[in-house]
């Protein structure tokens, strides 16, 4: 979807599969990665908690 956003702005004019397009493609995936790996640790404390409250 962002390789597009990105061609659509740029008017059809470049190129639509560049690096550049890419590299930025591939950080905003490394947020939603880190936003998820965060979610799921936070769960695993909390599950193992949970588990174990004496501990």
Do not use: T, W
């Amino acid at each position: 979807m962002l390789l597009d956003f990105q061609f659509q702005l740029a008017g059809g004019e470049r190129e639509l599969y560049n690096l550049g397009a890419f590299k930025l493609a591939l950080c905003v995936q490394f947020v939603f990665v880190a936003v998820g790996i965060s979610g799921m640790l936070l769960a695993r404390k909390k599950a193992r908690r949970q588990q174990n409250p004496g501990h």
